[in-house]
């Protein structure tokens, strides 16, 4: 069986769902579908997912949601009526849903909205059942999946028969409807790929596969055919949205392959992501900004037992959750993304953490990126010394260097700034 999950951008109106159904219907074997809310259409449109976060942003603020609201609505009547499927019973769910939305039920269940509604339209175009994640996918508090998802999964699907399942939401134990991270779709087609024991995993996107770099910095990047888990995972944590960084933990051990493909272009071969790879060395460069960076220091830092542990209460505390870290005898530099904590929230935790642990100086600095070289195999391959020799020819300065903590990547701190630069001067070295 395969387990095919389709991504915002192709099931952003009628057209394109028809596609969908072309491909699915193109191979029997394909009997389960995953599918996110419609996506932009275009380069200027929003994302369902985008229109209701803000529905419940104006909830917050005590204002209705009506008006914001009306626009996801048209959309989806739009899909229905040119599916030529009933847009009444939509409607009525339609107006359900904004009552619970305006009546305050939280951020989570309105966001989760966008998936039910394309399930449930496409399921009917299709004539497949619908399958509420609610139902199935139980979400821990730390966001991972509650092991029991399996075993409901399992006596629920009858493989006898079809079924289109919404992505990125399910509940908590306490049967309140929770969400994964954004791009979550992917992390729910790994739960049910996982749970049917999937002879594949397909992910259809608006891209041809996993490219080598961002083809947005690198016009002809060329797609990589094969990546392992490990690659995978690693290219997503700098900044490589193609598939979500936490979709490979629910099937890492059970060896199900994966294959990314373009809804738009079924016939291309996409990149298949497989438990190991056969190929050793540098397969992609991608650059994550929007990163800042805490530096602090104290003279014999390290002497008191767990502090360390200590301070990193203390960040998660002002809502910081660092990513990358870097420790000297006297000194610990940490970087976040900047969009956990604006100026003030960052001074007041500077303030905190200087008083509380007698800091010598603490320090704050945006515009940060941290460019990751991914490849099986990084920590015996010299793609490391080439990497820094390209940045260094290209005047890019070094802020941080992770060798040797990961087999599969070695990572470079640059100046935001130069993320781009950083990418293009890299790939052209490398590849
Ligand atoms: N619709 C959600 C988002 O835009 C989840 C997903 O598409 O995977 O993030």
């Known amino acids: 069986m395969i387990v095919s999950k389709f991504g915002g951008s192709s099931v952003a109106d009628a057209d394109q769902i028809k596609k969908v ?21 275009n380069k200027d449109d929003e994302k369902i997912t985008d229109l209701l976060y803000k529905c419940n942003s104006l909830v917050q603020k005590g204002l209705t949601c009506r008006p914001v609201f009306n626009e996801i609505s048209k959309r989806f009547v739009q899909i229905a009526q040119k599916l030529k499927i009933d847009d009444v019973k939509l409607s009525e769910r339609l107006d359900d849903i904004r009552c619970m939305i305006d009546a305050g ?20 175009y299709l004539g497949w059942e619908f399958l509420d ?33 919404p992505g990125f939401y399910g509940e908590t134990e306490q049967g309140v409807v929770k969400t994964f991270t954004r791009g979550g779709s992917d992390i729910t087609g790994s739960i049910v790929a996982k749970a049917v024991n999937a002879e594949l995993y397909e992910n259809w996107t608006d891209v041809s596969g996993i490219y080598r770099a961002d083809p947005r910095i690198i016009e002809n990047a060329s797609v990589n055919p ?28 059970s060896g199900i392959p994966i294959v990314v493909k373009n809804t738009n272009k079924p016939d291309e071969p996409g990149t298949r992501i497989v438990p190991e790879s056969n190929d050793f060395g540098a397969t992609a460069v991608s650059a994550r900004s929007g990163l800042s960076r805490i530096r ?6 390290f002497k008191k037992y767990g502090v360390r542990h200590a301070l990193l209460t203390m960040l998660h505390v002002f809502g910081i959750r660092p990513c990358y870290s870097l420790f000297g005898i006297d000194s610990i530099v940490w970087f976040f993304d900047s969009k956990m904590a604006n100026e003030s929230v960052c001074q007041a935790m500077c303030e905190r953490l200087k008083k509380e642990f007698e800091l010598d100086s603490i320090e704050v600095d945006h515009g940060h990126a941290i460019l990751g070289v991914v490849g ?3 920590d015996s391959s010299d793609a490391y010394f080439k990497a820094a020799e390209a940045l260094n020819e290209n005047g890019i300065g070094i802020t941080f260097l992770n060798y040797g903590a990961s087999a599969t990547s070695v990572l470079f701190g640059v100046k935001e700034e130069q993320a781009n630069d950083a990418v293009r001067a890299v790939y052209k070295k490398l590849f």
């Open 376 to 378: 099986d195999g990084m």
């Open 296 to 301: 602090l220091r104290k003279l014999m830092l």
């Open 105 to 124: 039920r939280g951020a989570d269940y309105t966001a989760s909205r966008g998936e039910y509604l394309s399930a449930l339209v496409i399921s009917e």
């Open 133 to 165: 994640a609610e139902d199935v996918i139980v979400i821990n508090s730390d966001s991972t999946v509650n092991e029991v998802t399996y075993k409901k999964l399992r006596e629920k699907l009858d493989p006898e028969k079809r079924y289109v399942i």
């Open 226 to 253: 094969e990546l392992s888990y490990k690659e995978v995972r690693e290219l997503s944590d700098v900044g490589a949205t193609v598939f979500h960084e936490e979709a490979i933990a629910p099937i890492y051990d």
């Open 21 to 41: 159904k072309a491909i699915l219907d193109s191979d029997k074997n394909r009997r389960i579908a995953i599918v996110s809310a419609p996506g932009k259409r």
